[in-house]
């Protein structure tokens, strides 16, 4: 019996001397972490702060290790903010890691305005110090001044030039009776709290190569692309004769939302050269309006363009195709239009689409062009020269020389990747010279549209 406890109290002591071993700290300068090199942030606006990254710190060690330090080597003068595990501070010490456990730090940037208009690097790094060994994170940001607007409000005539960015918090009106020129180059950001309402005029003069740009102020990776990422374009019932002409408008929730007649003798709304993409709910929504569209590409929102209450509408040479998505699911069509309001009201419509690709795909819905049609007021929808996918075709719907559920054979569509070029690139593409005669003699890309037209806004390449 004594036998056995002797035995048994010397098993405990090996088991007790075997943990104590397997706690201790490993402290031979031959001990390795794991460890990113670096850290770097997209463009950062100056005083707009960033979201936060993080790297880890990985024991890679049997034993259990001790850093002596974490520390922001440019300390509390540094552009960056540090957090080491729940902890933040420019320096932690003493952290103890388990064996082959990881630890977070979480970094993120604040930049102060620079003096030049250009974007600037703002560098800094992080020591990890343990058992007599230092190693370094990299820390890289590139900063950009910018006209910063909060809650903007415009009363009298402007202009926006192309020196600085302009990013938009809690949105921005143009009041009636003023307006707003935007000039080429300009790039506009916009928080995801704001509008951007127009009450009075909005002209935006982009040109080919140097055009305007709208999108959300999120520009670090993750969140560059997503949709609905600010809430998008409103001209309201007292806005009038708005002019966009080469401006890409992207990731919003409602690209383009346009109310009520205009007023003269324009259409409350030209759109020439433009591109709408990647928007969530809606990229055209027009309610007893008029818009004129040129040459615009409209891809890949939940629904391109919806009509409604009846209105004026022009599209020529445009292109309106989405395709199914990681972002967006197609399961609406990529056209939707009524002469009808929710009370079922009626009004006058007249509708032409000349030159046009109506196309939808990786979704299920077959029909791409839905007519709904209320009362008896005039309805007029021609569909001239155009493609379009459509099953069930409405016989509210005037067909003139149209090719019905063609694929037009885009130039390259890869769903997986997000890569989308809506070029006529195949030819055998049954847009290739389809098209009547217009007044458009260039596409989008600006290339003279010669002999019979290719279909769309792009011709064949």
Not at 27 to 46: C, E, G, H, L, P
Request: aromatic share 10%; proline share 3%; glycine share 8%.
């Amino acid at each position: 019996m004594k036998k056995n406890r002797k035995i048994i109290l010397l098993l405990f002591a090996i088991a007790g001397l075997l943990a104590c071993r397997k706690q201790s700290f490993i402290t031979s300068s031959d001990a390795t972490i794991s460890i990113t090199d670096s850290v770097r942030f997209d463009a950062v606006f100056t005083t707009a702060g960033s979201v936060t990254q993080y790297f880890t710190i990985v024991n890679t060690n049997d034993q259990k290790l001790r850093l002596s330090s974490v520390k922001l080597m440019g300390g509390n003068s540094s552009s960056y903010r540090m957090n080491v595990d729940g902890i933040p501070g420019t320096e932690i010490t003493n952290l103890e890691m388990e064996a082959h456990d990881s630890m977070y730090v979480f970094v993120s940037v604040t930049i102060d305005p620079g003096s030049g208009n250009q974007p600037f690097i703002v560098q800094d790094s992080i020591q990890v110090n343990y058992n007599g060994r230092q190693r370094y994170v990299q820390l890289e940001a590139y900063g950009q001044n910018a006209h910063f607007l909060k809650n903007h409000i415009i009363e009298s005539d402007i202009t926006w030039n192309n020196d600085l960015p302009y990013v938009i918090s809690g949105g921005m009106i143009v009041h009636e009776g003023a307006s707003l020129t935007i000039e080429k180059g300009c790039r506009i950001f916009m928080h995801a709290n704001a509008p951007f309402i127009i009450d009075g005029t909005l002209v935006v003069n982009g040109t080919k190569a140097d055009s305007v740009t709208f999108l959300g102020d999120r520009l670090d990776k993750g969140y560059r692309d997503l949709p609905a990422s600010w809430p998008g374009l409103i001209f309201r019932p007292a806005s009038h004769s708005n002019h966009i002409k080469y401006a890409v408008i992207k990731n919003a929730y409602q690209a383009i939302v346009a109310a009520g007649s205009s007023g003269n003798a324009l259409p409350k709304l030209r759109l020439h050269e433009c591109i709408i993409d990647n928007i969530y709910d809606i990229g055209i929504w027009g309610a007893g309006t008029s818009i004129d569209a040129v040459n615009c590409l409209v891809s890949n929102c939940g629904s391109n363009i919806i009509i409604e209450q009846g209105g004026d509408y022009n599209f020529t040479h445009c292109t309106i195709a989405s395709y199914g998505n990681a972002f967006i699911e197609h399961k609406k069509p990529v056209i939707f239009i009524s002469n009808s309001d929710e009370q079922q009201v009626d009004y006058p419509l007249n509708a032409l689409f000349r030159n046009c690709i109506i196309w939808g795909d990786a979704g299920n819905v077959e029909d791409e062009l839905v007519v709904s049609r209320k009362g008896n007021q005039p309805f007029d929808l021609l569909l001239d020269h155009s493609l379009y996918k459509a099953k069930n075709a409405s016989p509210e719907i005037t067909f003139l020389n149209c090719i019905a559920n063609q694929d037009p054979a885009f130039d390259s569509i890869q769903t997986n990747r997000r890569y989308f070029d809506f070029h006529i690139g195949q030819k055998n593409s049954p847009a290739i010279g389809a098209g009547t005669s217009t007044n458009v003699t260039t596409d989008l890309d600006g290339r003279l549209r010669e002999g019979a037209p290719d279909l769309g806004c792009f011709m064949r390449r």
